[in-house]
């Protein structure tokens, strides 16, 4: 790893720590309250692994006690990294991206968190191949905020389904949602869309049955470009990108 290379990924670090830091103070929350997914879909391995190790020498702006969460969007690209990842370097791959049934077991028992569980048969399937390997799955039922034609994910009227259905999922342990707002929205737009996803998160987990398996705690919002309005909402976990690598690779 270059000297350049680190210092610049160093202090985009730095600054999308102060931007967590400071969303967080004006809506009087913890930065602890708030986890960063570095998402590595912009660049090439030997990068990724190079913010890895940034990340990892970042001690002191991040919770010793947090691993460090690379995201990644697709499957191929996921089952590469893991093929050259150095052996020292531990990091908790979240899969951000659309799922495909086929992919299944391509991405089960790796990662630490699938973010894009947007359908029910998804849901049935990624149980069944994990009940039939003795595996648990987290993941994160992703639901749509705009009418954006790329956004995939459920809808508030999908949610009573999803409840009946939550007891047949053995093997899948669901920890919140998680949604993106609309490509041109303002703002405002997306502080409402995020807050409108909070209160979906809030209407679910007053009709879960109390316990700790019940681990619904995560709210998988904001990426570079509305990250305030995400965590003004109570965003858990922040998808960031493209400012991790601002100034390189025309990001």
Not at 58 to 77: F, T, W
Not at 136 to 150: K, N, P, Q, T, W
Not at 174 to 198: I, K, N, W, Y
Not at 230 to 245: K, Q, Y
Request: hydrophobic share 40%; aromatic share 6%; net charge negative.
């Amino acid at each position: 790893m270059s000297g350049s290379l680190s210092e610049r990924l160093s202090e985009n670090i730095r600054v999308v720590r102060q931007q967590i830091a400071d969303a967080c103070e004006q809506a009087r929350r913890s930065a602890t309250d708030v986890q960063l997914v570095a998402v590595t879909k912009y660049v090439d391995t030997p990068t990724a692994i190079a913010l890895a190790r940034c990340l990892a020498e970042d001690i002191e702006n991040r919770d010793a006690n947090s691993p460090i969460i690379l995201g990644e969007n697709r499957p191929q690209v996921l089952q590469q990294r893991w093929l050259d990842w150095p052996a020292d370097l531990n990091v908790a791959w979240h899969l951000i991206g659309h799922l495909q049934t086929n992919k299944i077991k391509v991405v089960v028992g790796r990662t630490a968190l699938i973010h894009s569980l947007d359908r029910v048969d998804l849901i049935d399937k990624l149980n069944d191949y994990a009940g039939n390997n003795d595996l648990l799955v987290s993941g994160l039922l992703e639901f749509r905020l705009s009418a954006d034609a790329d956004k995939h994910g459920f809808s508030d009227a999908d949610v009573p389904q999803l409840l009946e259905r939550w007891p047949t999922w053995s093997n899948v342990k669901l920890c919140g949602v998680m949604g993106m707002s609309g490509q041109t929205a303002s703002p405002s737009d997306a502080r409402r869309q995020f807050e409108g996803l909070r209160e979906t998160f809030v209407r679910i987990q007053s009709q879960l049955p109390s316990g700790p398996i019940w681990n619904w705690r995560e709210l998988s919002m904001g990426m570079s470009g509305d990250l305030p309005q995400a965590i003004a909402a109570g965003a858990t976990l922040v998808r960031i990108g493209s400012a991790l690598f601002r100034g390189l690779l025309n990001c």
